[in-house]
DNA sequence: TACAATAATTATATTCGCATAACTAAATAC
DNA sequence: GTATTTAGTTATGCGAATATAATTATTGTA
């Protein structure tokens, strides 16, 4: 009955919204060409943000493997964007830091790939609270 | 006033999408290990779905090169996904179709991809019903 | 007919991300 | 105190995607 959801609305919400993030608005070489970097890079800078990280959490994080992290740490160690310390709990870690220029570059990456598409910015006000509201709960799985 | 966006709440929804397609329901690597080849060659196929394309219209499509198109469209010919014939209006052109086993794995694909996420599923009718038609008004930018 | 433009291919090089094995240094367990 | 585990690095190779130049075949045009 009505716990039933309608099948054909889900698969045209869902489609509506992989197609507008991913075909639409898929900012992910603006981002890389503006940086300079790979978008993979641009992605550990923006794990950084959140604070200090050890190469193996950076490597969970990024899903990738500890070798390459290790080159792509390097990288960005050359290009100013990191430092690497060594941990004063661990001294077998260590710990990768965003300078201020990496800091800039990572925000830069934030408010290209946050700003959000012409039409969002035209919705009815009634319509982006419910929206908000929506998007909110389907965030974090019920 | 009421025409000035609550750009805070634009930045919530928009973020929230973007999470929602790319980090919480990204299928791209399940749908390139399903299909044994890269996500590049799955986007192809899905391409191909809507009717044959020359190398041209192909590399158009892919925004990738002519030379790269060629490698490809080798590879998928190989893997017996893709034919590769003369078009009759131009000879210089060539159309490139799917076989059904190249239909076929593109529909897998297209499967894996529109799998909604579960919160979704779990939407108020309402609530979905509101979505469907937001989404399309935003799919469509105005 | 000669010349320019277009579609596709071939060849070559480079970067990026992934994978594996071998190694060093430090911490932990027995 | 020796053995094992863990963090990170080094080395090597591979496949995918990008880029550029050169070539062939065909079409369109002066």
Known sequence: ?????????????????????????????????????????????????????TMRELTADLSTDKPYTTLMVDDL???GYVTR????????SKIVTLTPAGTAAAEAAERIL????????????GDLATLDRIMTSLRTPS
Do not use: C, H, I, N
């Open 1 to 53: 009955m009505s716990d039933t959801p309608d099948q054909e609305a889900v698969a045209r919400v869902w489609s509506a919204m992989y197609d507008l993030v991913l075909r639409q608005e898929d900012r992910r070489k603006e981002v890389a060409e503006t940086l300079g970097v790979s978008f993979f890079r641009v992605k550990a800078l923006r794990r950084l943000l959140a604070g200090p990280k």
């Open 77 to 79: 160690e050359q290009r």
């Open 85 to 92: 310390s060594v941990s004063p709990d661990d001294r077998r």
């Open 114 to 125: 946050a700003r959000p598409p012409r039409s969002m910015l035209a919705l009815d006000p």
